[in-house]
């Protein structure tokens, strides 16, 4: 069954270049910080309630935690595509598809992390019109940010127009364009 707000990607321009060494260190840092509190949160319950189950669930905890967060680590994928009529988002934690006609704005940033670190990445910020997610970030974007943000508002410029121009026609209607040289 097709639903009401389902968004068809149309051809794909290119993907969008992205800084993955920065990515699996923030993947990989969440990961062992996670870790570590879990593991110390299942010590503290160990030591305090001293019953033979509270062991049992710990150790079955711990092997779960880690042979997940191995898994993904391994399946950890990272890409942004730019289309003719979106922007595909794939990353672990978001698998998302972004209609260029309700992106209202887009703007490229530096992060503490590319200050501090003296990175070449940025962070793309898109702002929509959603009632759930009002801010988009494409993260550790390894290109010139102003160019990316300047051929995203070019095709929302070309999405909306195509939009308003297929509102305007009929089905059986033609129109004569005026093209001046």
Partial sequence: MKEKDEIRVSKKIRDIDVD????????????????????????????KLQYWYIYLIGGVLFVFIT??????????????????NSIVIFTIFRKEIINLADI??????KTVIDK????????????????INKKYYLYYINENGEEL???IKALIEK???????????????TKLIKISK
């Fill in 20 to 47: 993955l060494y920065q990515h699996f260190f923030v993947l990989n840092t969440m990961l062992v910080a996670f870790n570590i509190f879990l593991t110390f949160a299942l010590i503290y319950m160990c030591v």
């Fill in 67 to 84: 042979i997940y967060s191995i898994l993904t680590h391994k399946k950890a994928d990272f890409k942004y595509s730019l289309h003719e």
């Fill in 104 to 109: 209202v704005s887009v703007s490229a940033k």
């Fill in 116 to 131: 501090l670190f003296k990175r070449g990445s940025c962070t793309i910020v898109l702002k929509t019109n959603s009632y």
């Fill in 149 to 151: 943000c300047e051929q």
């Fill in 159 to 173: 999405t909306k127009f195509d939009i308003k121009t297929a509102n305007d026609v009929q089905p059986n209607e």
